[in-house]
Nanobody, 115 residues
């Protein structure tokens, strides 16, 4: 009965910015790490960023310095601020969260960066 709903994707020009949000709802008793993954056409899903319940963050080398992950525990929401976007950032972005000791995924949101 737990759901993750992403929003904020869209089309942006190279060098632009987007902010993704992922809100968790349902019967939530414990909340662990939250993160973002992405999958480009013809490629495997890859790790982008993660933030623990205590606020420790980690990023992939491809986005470090350009993307910032944050969370608002009171709203069960995680954000991904994406700056200096590149065409190679084009992908479907998925939210992931450890809730009630179960790993959940969102439905994905499309991010397209034009050159």
């Amino acid at each position: 009965q737990v759901q993750l709903v992403e929003s904020g994707g869209g089309l942006v020009q190279a060098g632009g910015s987007l902010r993704l949000s992922c809100a968790a709802s349902g019967s939530i008793f414990s909340f662990g790490a939250m993160g973002w993954y992405r999958q480009a056409p013809g490629k495997q899903r890859e790790f982008v960023a993660v933030i623990t319940s205590g606020g420790t963050t980690n990023y992939s080398g491809a986005v470090k310095g350009r993307f910032t992950i944050s969370r608002e525990n009171a709203k069960n929401t995680v954000y991904l601020q994406m700056n200096s976007l590149k065409p190679e950032d084009t992908a479907v972005y998925y939210c992931n969260a450890a809730i009630n000791s179960v790993n959940y995924w969102g439905q994905g949101t499309q991010v397209t960066v034009s050159s």
